[in-house]
C-alpha cells in the first residue's frame, strides 16, 4: 500500500525522543567521524518507523554513521531536518534524492557551529559564569547553582524548539520543492555547498610548511610562498586529496591515515623537512 504523502509519520512523540536523545551528544566523540555515532543514536527510534525492508534500514544506519560536528545545542535543528527528509524519502522513494540528506548536514553543520560556539560558548558561557562567580564571591552559596541554571535553560529551550522548528521547516520546505518540481536543482546546490564547505574546512585546518629556501641571502623566497603565488592553499589542498583517495580507492582506514600523519609529522619536524606552520 502506497503512504499518504500528505501524511505526517513523524509524531510530536517523536521529536521528544529525538530531544532527549540529544542531550548526551557531547558524550560521544571519535577522531574519524566525530559525532557520528552520537548522530546515529539520535535518529535510531525513527528508523523502524519510516522502513520496513533491511535493506532500507542499512542504508538509512550508513547515511546518519557519516562525518558529523556541529555545537551540539545546534543539533537537534540538523535532526529535526534530517527527520523531516528521511520521512519524505521513505513515502517517495523513487522521487526522493537520499544524497541531499548527507549534503544538507554538511551544509549546515559549519556554519551552525560557528553560531552555536559564538553564542553558547563564548557569550553565554562567560556571562553566566560571571554572575555566578560574583555571586559565590559575595559568599552566596547559591552561585554555581544560578550559573548552570543560566546557563542550561536557555541551552535546553534552543535544543527543544530547535528541533520542531528543524521538522517543520523541513517537511514545509520539502513539500513546497516537491510541488514546485526543483528538487533536482536544489540538490545540485546543496551538493555545491557541501564541497564549498568541505574546501574552505581544509584550507582553513590543514596546515603544511616547507621550511627550504632559495634565491641570494638578501632576499630569500622560500617554496611555501612560490606554492601558494601559484594556488593559495595548493598544499592542503593535495593532502587533502590524497587521504579522501586512499580512504575512498583503497579503503585504508583513517585510524592509519591518523597515525601515518603523526609519524610523519614527527619525523618531518626531527629532520627539518616540514616546519610549524605559521
Known amino acids: 500500500m ?9 509524531t510530536k512523540k517523536d521529536l521528544n525522543t529525538l530531544f532527549v536523545r540529544s542531550l548526551p551528544m557531547e558524550s560521544s566523540f571519535n577522531y574519524e567521524r566525530m559525532m557520528s555515532l552520537a548522530y546515529v543514536f539520535c535518529m535510531y527510534p525513527l528508523m523502524n518507523k519510516l522502513y520496513k525492508k533491511d535493506e532500507d534500514k542499512k542504508a538509512y544506519m550508513k547515511r546518519h554513521l557519516e562525518f558529523f560536528n556541529t555545537t551540539s545545542a545546534c543539533a537537534p535543528f540538523i535532526l529535526g531536518i534530517s527527520a523531516a527528509m528521511e520521512e519524505e524519502n521513505s513515502k517517495s522513494p523513487d522521487k526522493f534524492d537520499v544524497s541531499t540528506i548527507n549534503s544538507m548536514k554538511v551544509g549546515l553543520m559549519g556554519p551552525l557551529a560557528g553560531v552555536g560556539d559564538a553564542i553558547f560558548w563564548v557569550s553565554l558561557r562567560i556571562i553566566t559564569a560571571g554572575i555566578g562567580i560574583n555571586l559565590a564571591l559575595q559568599g552566596n552559596v547559591i552561585g554555581p547553582l544560578v550559573f548552570v541554571l543560566l546557563f542550561n535553560i536557555p541551552n535546553y529551550l534552543f535544543r527543544f524548539f530547535g528541533g ?23 540538490s545540485y546546490a546543496i551538493n555545491i555547498l557541501g564541497m564549498t564547505v568541505i574546501g574552505a574546512m581544509s584550507v582553513s585546518m590543514v596546515e603544511i610548511s616547507l621550511p627550504f629556501t632559495f634565491g641570494n641571502a638578501e632576499d630569500p623566497q622560500t617554496i611555501m610562498s612560490t606554492l601558494d603565488s601559484i594556488m593559495p592553499g595548493i598544499l592542503p589542498l593535495l593532502l587533502v586529496f590524497a587521504l579522501y583517495w586512499l580512504m575512498t580507492k583503497k579503503k585504508v582506514k583513517t585510524i592509519y591515515l591518523l597515525l601515518g600523519l603523526i609519524i610523519i609529522g614527527i619525523i618531518g619536524a626531527a629532520t627539518g623537512i616540514l616546519a610549524v606552520a605559521g
Open 2 to 10: 502506497m503512504k499518504n504523502s500528505n501524511e505526517n509519520l513523524i
Open 164 to 186: 520542531r522548528l528543524g521538522y517543520q521547516t523541513g517537511v514545509s520546505f520539502i513539500g513546497r520543492l516537491t510541488e514546485g518540481g526543483i528538487m533536482d536543482n536544489i
